[in-house]
């Protein structure tokens, strides 16, 4: 009983660092192109019709083909959530089948959850959320003077600047309600979605 209580605690507690992450499409490219994140993160992508994403082997997607992965990933048009059934460690290759041919592709490189540092550039809160007209971003001392940009749901940027402090409070009353991606300037690049209202 001991055994089964702890394995539980254990499951809910690794459950709580998981992550989910989104890539948009910014014309016929995916944004962010490359991801790294940890095993147990999710991906969403939210893509505007046609656009979808399908896995792909290393060589189709070097070639720029678009012949499914066995038991790969794929989202309908539109996209979709990835879950971390489909996100084993290692590098996942993924494609627009419609604009393979042209380059839309991406890469999702998932790396084993142990060892994880909680202070890595990848701390970051977004509150409130929905949010009126201004936004705080709470980051941590090694994202000071990161760039961040914000992006409407047709992959427009709307808006761009800099994380000034630790907290930084970022002005959208001149954006319409609506959704939106804020989008920060690290490697992983990781994307928040936003809802002013």
Excluded at 120 to 142: E, F, G, Q
Aim: hydrophobic residues 35%.
């Amino acid at each position: 009983m001991k055994i089964k209580i702890t394995l539980i605690l254990l499951s809910i507690s690794i459950a709580a660092f998981c992550k989910t992450w989104t890539v948009v499409n910014i014309g016929t490219t995916f944004s962010p192109s490359t991801l790294n994140i940890t095993e147990g993160d999710s991906v969403l992508f939210v893509l505007a019709s046609p656009h979808e994403a399908r896995e792909v082997s290393q060589s189709t997607w070097n070639s720029n083909g678009s012949t499914a992965l066995s038991n790969g990933f794929q989202t309908p048009t539109t996209g979709g959530l990835v879950l971390p059934a489909k996100l084993a460690v290692g590098t996942h290759y993924y494609v627009c089948t419609p604009h393979a041919g042209s380059g839309m592709k991406g890469q999702i490189t998932v790396q084993s959850g142990v060892g994880v540092n909680e202070n890595s550039a990848s701390n970051v809160s977004v509150y409130p959320n929905p949010v009126s007209d201004l936004m705080t971003v709470k980051t941590n001392r090694n994202m000071i003077g990161s760039s961040y940009f914000m992006y409407d749901l047709t992959g427009r940027q709307v808006l761009t600047g800099k994380l000034v402090n630790e907290i930084t409070g970022v002005d959208l009353s001149q954006l319409k309600d609506g959704v939106y991606f804020l989008q920060m300037g690290t490697e992983a690049k990781q994307t928040f979605k936003v809802i002013k209202q």
